[in-house]
């Protein structure tokens, strides 16, 4: 961890760490990079629900594929 041993650097990293300002600051960067990413994974999931919905339309009307309908796996 960053903050764990007795290094003099570690006491710097600490001080500018435990700044309410630069905390804030984290604490929205993450707050926004957690929305970006849950914007895309949205997206995709939107995409992935509009090629299902159209992948069954074309199907040849029946729920079990061609393989197992056979007797095939």
Known sequence: SKFSGAAPGN???????????????????????Q???TAAFEEVMK??????SRDKS???????????RNGRC
């Open 11 to 33: 006491k710097r990293k600490m001080a500018t760490s435990n700044n309410p300002r630069k905390f804030s600051e984290k604490i929205a960067l993450h707050n926004q990079k």
């Open 58 to 68: 074309v199907k040849d009307g029946n729920d079990v594929p061609v393989v197992e």
């Open 47 to 52: 995409d992935l629900s509009i090629t299902r």
């Open 35 to 37: 929305a970006e990413e």
